[in-house]
């Protein structure tokens, strides 16, 4: 690795106040910020770096995060540390809401590809263990970065990720990730998503672990370091560990039902 730099880049170092009458009315983000790792994008102190391959790893698949504004300021963020597990040219992050054709034109014409896939689970959607990828043809996937309510707003929204074929995971997969609160327990986080598809499209499996490793150093190191486990509220309610009061709503509790008994919501 060694793309860090040394030597003076390190943060500025601590006024002692003297002489510096009139500073503390400057805006102070530029000291609260912790100086983050160039390539995992992490704080240097939790860099996650040494959890990730020393080379990207070589796909032929490109994959479209296209992520909603909110996700890129949580603390927890993991596509970076997919985008440093491959090629800089397979792996584009977009930010926003609404995609159009006309401020979008490279992403429309990859959704107006016959190849492409959408991964967005749904009853129109077609599992992509099924669906047969030709080798001869470069494929293109597209994922989309939030949380469930956000990917769903993403998607509906945007007439332009109607185009591409629409598939899911048929994973029995349980999040990893579990220092964020998963709705279900089936609900994974992008890079768990992305890490799955690529091992799919690419007929490889070495990539699905190659891509978690760092997701799996994050999760002990956020535990060893008093982060809670948050089990999804399916495997609290399944398990009688669920410790709020259940919601007076009746459609709530429906929900809530459903999820105990394994209904797809
Ligand atoms: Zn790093």
Not at 125 to 154: F, H, M
Not at 211 to 232: E, K, T, V, Y
Request: a positive charge; aromatic letters at 4%.
């Amino acid at each position: 690795v060694g793309g860090e730099s040394e030597g003076g880049g390190g943060p500025p170092a601590e006024e002692d106040g003297r002489g510096c009458e009139g500073l503390w009315e400057l805006p102070v983000e530029e000291c609260v910020r912790r100086p983050e790792c160039g390539r995992c994008s992490r704080p240097q102190k939790v860099c996650l770096c040494p959890f990730l391959p020393i080379h990207p790893l070589t796909v032929s698949t490109c994959l479209y995060i296209v992520q909603h504004p909110a996700e890129e300021s949580r603390v927890l963020r993991t596509v970076p540390l997919l985008a440093a597990c491959l090629p800089k040219d397979k792996c584009k992050v977009l930010i926003g809401r609404r995609f159009t054709e006309d401020r979008y034109p490279e992403l429309a014409a990859v959704c107006r590809n016959s190849h492409a896939l959408i991964l967005y689970p749904g009853a129109e959607a077609v599992n992509l263990e099924e669906v047969s990828l030709t080798s001869a043809d470069p494929s293109v996937i597209i994922i989309i970065d939030g949380t469930c309510s956000q990917a769903k707003d993403i998607f509906y929204k945007n007439s332009l990720f109607r185009l591409p074929k629409q598939v899911q995971l048929k994973t029995s997969l349980s999040s990893q990730y579990v220092i964020r609160t998963q709705p279900t327990n089936t609900c994974l986080s992008t890079l768990e998503c992305a890490a799955i598809a690529l091992a799919i499209m690419e007929k490889n499996d070495s990539i699905q672990e190659t891509i978690l490793r760092p997701l799996q150093a994050l999760c002990s190191f956020q535990l060893q370091h008093g982060a809670q486990i948050h089990h999804s509220k399916e495997h609290l309610l399944k398990n009688g560990l669920y410790d709020k009061p259940m919601p007076k709503n009746k459609r709530k509790l429906r929900r809530m039902e459903l999820l105990v008994n394994n209904v797809k919501i």
